[in-house]
């Protein structure tokens, strides 16, 4: 059974860091590109950026570039998504997620969801 599993999340102030993590169980992580998206109240759920299955490669939505950054250790089956400069239009919910043969923003391509963790940055 595949699980992910994010942590990590919290209430910050604008302009704070703040460092999620993911956990994969029952994968063999190394095979797979995973994602980050999110969901704010009212939205859609929207992609965030992608990493490689090597970590050599990274994708990023537009609003978050320069400011997010996605990495990996796949030796702990882990990726994480480091924020920075956060603002209150980063306040969502965060999941992570497991493709096996897309790179990209396309959430359907993703097979595997984590249950999210909650960012909140107060302004």
Not at 52 to 79: E, L
Not at 86 to 95: C, E, F, M, S
Request: glycine residues 12%; positive net charge; contains cysteine.
């Amino acid at each position: 059974q595949v699980q992910l599993v994010e942590t990590g999340g919290g209430l910050v102030q604008a302009g704070d860091s703040l460092r999620l993590s993911c956990v994969a169980r029952g994968l063999t992580f190394s095979n797979y590109y995973m994602g980050w998206f999110r969901q704010a109240p009212g939205k859609e759920r929207e992609f965030v950026g992608t990493i490689n299955w090597r970590g050599s490669a990274t994708y990023y939505r537009d609003s978050v570039k320069g400011r997010f950054t996605i990495s990996r250790d796949n030796a702990k089956n882990t990726v994480y998504l480091q924020m920075s400069s956060l603002k209150p239009d980063d306040t969502a919910v965060y999941y992570c997620a497991a493709a096996s043969r897309h790179f990209g923003p396309v959430a359907s391509e993703y097979g595997n969801w984590g249950q999210g963790t909650q960012v909140t940055v107060s302004s």
